[in-house]
């Protein structure tokens, strides 16, 4: 198995986990994608029973909509940009609320091939996360990587997804540990 296709069956692993400890506990989940395009929305709601889990997922790939439906600040586009904390965090809570959901995950970021900065270079993909008590937002750099089937893009997207899936379980299980 190649490390794609490991990515790719660890994203299905942690959506079928998550999707169970929402199920089980009543809460419920939104998605604001920009450079993942859907792809944490698709894995979530692949599993069957999510439809008691996933209240919203929008594939916000441009600033107006980023600003018009999820609330991120003008200024934040205007002085951050859409590749930075700062927007991952208010897309992640801007669709939390837009939900009405207990959670929200967000990603902004460069896939490539094009696209890069001199501060942010391709695989750059910020991840956001809100619920009812926090939010927060990282970044994190994925190394270009490809194969037989597999693009460097559909890598950085993947990984992405799946690190943005990885940080969503992280917060529900602590949730329960307090």
């Known amino acids: 198995m190649n490390e794609y296709e490991m990515v790719l069956k660890?994203?299905?692993a942690l959506a079928e986990e998550i999707i169970g400890i929402c199920a089980e506990s009543g809460l419920k989940i939104s998605a604001a994608e920009s450079c993942?395009?859907?792809?944490?929305?698709a894995a979530l709601t692949s599993v069957s029973g999510s439809s008691a889990v996933i209240e919203l997922g929008v594939c916000a790939y441009s600033n107006r909509i980023k600003q018009e439906l999820l609330k991120v600040s003008?200024?934040?586009l205007r002085d951050c940009t859409e590749y930075s904390v700062r927007c991952a965090e208010e897309?992640?809570?801007g669709v939390m609320r837009l939900a009405g959901a207990d959670y929200g995950i967000s990603t902004s970021g460069i896939a490539g091939p094009s696209g890069a900065t001199k501060c942010d270079p391709v695989g750059t993909v910020y991840i956001g996360f809100a619920d009812s008590g926090k939010s927060?937002?990282?970044r994190h750099v994925f190394e270009p990587q490809q194969g037989a089937g597999y693009s460097a893009r559909d890598f950085i997207r993947a990984a992405s997804a799946e690190k943005a899936l990885e940080?969503?379980?992280?917060?529900?299980?602590?949730?329960?540990?307090?």
């Open 10 to 12: 660890n994203i299905s």
């Open 36 to 41: 993942t395009g859907g792809m944490i929305s």
């Open 74 to 76: 003008e200024d934040t």
């Open 91 to 93: 897309m992640a809570r």
């Open 136 to 138: 927060f937002a990282a």
């Open 167 to 178: 940080i969503l379980r992280k917060e529900i299980v602590e949730r329960f540990r307090h």
